[in-house]
């Protein structure tokens, strides 16, 4: 009898023992089903060694039981068979962001809330739980209590490639397994009885998250969880332009983006191109070819601004008859009610200019606005000529050259002769020349010589090279360039004499026009080819330009009775046929300061692209001007208000 009860309790001490291959609980019972993988590493029972280094109780909590093992008086070492536990089923795999990307996200590790909790107390980090980053679901029966079912539901464990050691989310889920055992068993040995499963289930206010490279991450994938304590701290720096050149001091701009997303954002707000980062490091701005895809005036950059390659045009001649007082408003010559839109260069020829030519100038840049600025004006004598273009295109243009020819040379003041004005736009070559013709009905003769002379004197290009030099001619400037106009008074008359002019224009507009042509020396001269070869005209289809009577609609009422005629005249010429598109051809007769109407024209000139080895202007304008005329048109908006309000005033009350 004494015998037989030390081989039982040998054998129920023996029972206790861990196998190889699972973990026996008290009274010889196999705890099934706690690993989720077999392949890994076994867990330690609960209170054993391994489980944390630490030693439990003598009484592990009881935990439902499967059936019991046979109780033998043999050595239970040789009697026990080897068990291998069922991993459980297969679950279907969390759905993640789609913005994360998969190797990294098998790579990273996640440090939880829980952890960095852990980690400011100074235990271990390793003993956090997945609870606050995957939502859990209900735990199944026959589960260990401890172990929820978003454990369960994490993916087949992969290695992650490259890394040598234990990296693998299976080594990652035993050592949570076993820390969230400890923690139960220390709990259940505090209170002296049966765990408390609601302190390890019951939800805890989260602390702030780290704000780590793997929480940046995840939280912009989460689109910055609202449950955190610090999701007002988020939101503000979600505020903030990374490369910004705001100070703190000053509010954010209204382009604020997310920094967390610096490489997917794109400002909606501007109308501007987006310039790539690695255009600004790579482009070549001082050479290039015609199929470079870095170049400054290349294809690519003249698509940004002219979707249709061709650029409008406005171009305006007028003789001022050297009068002082100036129109108070030139907007009915620059910006015409025909055209809905402004014009991207304008070109602007006067004769018997004023005897103040900046005040002429400033006029022009007041009227234009801020949008345009000057980039070249120059003179000759009376003759002048200002170039505005729109500020944005002013990087495209080349050095702006020109040159003058005197066709009276006995004259000290120099009213008769020509100004030109050239420059090159992307790839193409401007010309515009504005002329002052010999005067008088019959003096046809020496208008033709003063178009000799200025096509033989005009010395341009100088720097700028010609774009096509094998279709120049050295004795003539207009064949040296893509695109020509030339305009001004040229001074031809009709012929027949005033009276049978005055019967036409008695006849409908239409028709008394088609009917003056035909009187028109410049036609007749241009039908014969002695004058202008090459040169177009728009159709007219506007009263005679000269010669009108000082502030009136009537034409000469003087002694001298001078013929009505159109001697203010815009031509073109181009070097490929269908560049130039006229689309408006008119006079200005609101314009009555002078005995001439100013002719104006509305053109689509085509544009093609350029090379970067041509000498550029470099964004040069006259800035003095262009702060003149801002001025100036605030000036005018601050008196027009002041003028209605006192027109709406009175001596017993006043209206706003």
Request: net charge positive; glycine share 8%.
């Amino acid at each position: 009898m004494p015998s037989k009860l030390v081989s039982l309790g040998h054998s129920e001490t023996a029972s206790q023992q861990p196998t190889a291959q699972g973990c026996l609980c008290p009274e010889g019972s196999m705890l099934k089903g706690l690993l989720p993988n077999s392949d890994e590493e076994p867990v330690p029972c609960l209170g054993s060694p391994a489980a944390g280094g630490r030693q439990g109780p003598e009484r592990s909590p009881e935990l439902p039981l499967d059936t019991p093992e046979q109780v033998s008086n043999e050595d239970p070492r040789a009697q026990a068979r080897p068990f291998t536990p069922k991993p459980p089923p297969p679950r279907p795999r969390l759905e993640r962001a789609l913005s994360l990307d998969e190797k990294g996200w098998r790579k990273r590790r996640f440090r939880t809330s829980r952890e960095d909790l852990t980690v400011r107390n100074g235990a271990s980090p390793s003993g956090g739980s997945l609870q606050d980053e995957v939502p859990g679901t209900p735990a199944r029966s026959g589960s260990p209590p401890c172990l929820s079912a978003s454990l369960q539901e994490i993916p087949t464990a992969r290695r992650a490639p490259g890394s040598g050691g234990p990296s693998s989310w299976g080594n990652c889920l035993s050592g949570m397994i076993s820390t969230s055992l400890d923690l139960l068993h220390r709990e259940g040995a505090s209170a002296g009885s049966t765990p408390r499963l609601a302190s390890l289930l019951s939800p805890r206010p989260l602390p702030a998250m780290a704000r780590n490279m793997a929480s940046e991450g995840l939280r912009t994938a989460n689109k910055v969880d609202p449950d955190h304590a610090d999701y007002k701290l988020r939101l503000q720096a979600r505020l903030f332009r990374a490369h910004s050149s705001l100070g703190p001091g000053r509010p954010p701009s209204p382009l604020a983006y997310d920094d967390c997303s610096l490489h997917s954002s794109r400002s909606t707000f501007s109308l501007l191109a987006p310039i790539r980062a690695k255009d600004v490091r790579s482009r070549s701005y001082l050479e290039g070819s015609l199929l470079a895809t870095g170049a400054l005036m290349g294809a690519d950059e003249l698509a940004r601004y002219f979707p249709d390659r061709s650029v409008a045009l406005f171009v305006a001649t007028w003789n001022m008859q050297g009068q002082k007082e100036l129109p108070p408003n030139l907007d009915e010559l620059l910006l015409p009610a025909e055209a809905d839109l402004a014009q991207d260069l304008y070109v602007v020829g006067v004769q018997e200019g004023c005897s103040d030519r900046r005040e002429w100038e400033a006029r022009l840049q007041e009227t234009l606005g801020p949008h345009y600025v000057m980039l070249y004006s120059a003179a000759h004598g009376a003759l002048y000529m200002a170039v505005l273009i729109r500020r944005d295109l002013i990087w495209f243009c080349s050095e702006v050259e020109s040159s003058t020819v005197t066709t009276r040379i006995v004259s000290q003041i120099k009213t008769k002769g020509a100004l030109g004005v050239s420059f090159t736009f992307f790839g193409t070559s401007l010309l515009f020349i504005t002329s002052h013709f010999t005067s008088g009905d019959g003096k046809v003769g020496e208008r033709l010589v003063d178009y000799s002379k200025t096509v033989q004197g005009l010395a341009l290009p100088k720097n700028v090279p010609d774009t096509s030099p094998y279709r120049s001619d050295a004795a003539d400037v207009t064949t040296r360039f893509d695109e020509v106009f030339w305009f001004g008074d040229f001074n031809f008359r009709l012929s027949g004499g005033r009276a049978a002019v005055e019967a036409i224009l008695k006849q409908d507009l239409s028709s008394s026009v088609q009917a003056l042509l035909q009187h028109d020396q410049l036609t007749r001269e241009m039908q014969r080819g002695s004058i202008f070869k090459g040169f177009q005209e728009p159709d007219i289809h506007f009263l005679p330009s000269y010669k009108f009577d000082v502030g009136k609609d009537s034409y000469d009422t003087t002694s001298k009775q001078r013929t009505p005629s159109y001697t203010d005249r815009i031509l073109y010429r181009s070097r490929h046929q269908g560049d130039i598109c006229p689309v408006k051809y008119s006079s200005c007769p609101g314009v009555r300061t002078s005995d001439h109407r100013p002719v104006y024209g509305l053109f689509r000139v085509k544009v093609r692209p350029g090379r970067d080895n041509i000498p550029l202007a470099a964004g040069k304008f006259d800035r003095d001007l262009y702060l003149l005329g801002i001025k100036r048109r605030i000036s005018r908006e601050i008196q027009r208000q002041q003028a209605l309000k006192s027109q709406h005033a009175s001596a017993i009350c006043t209206v706003s």
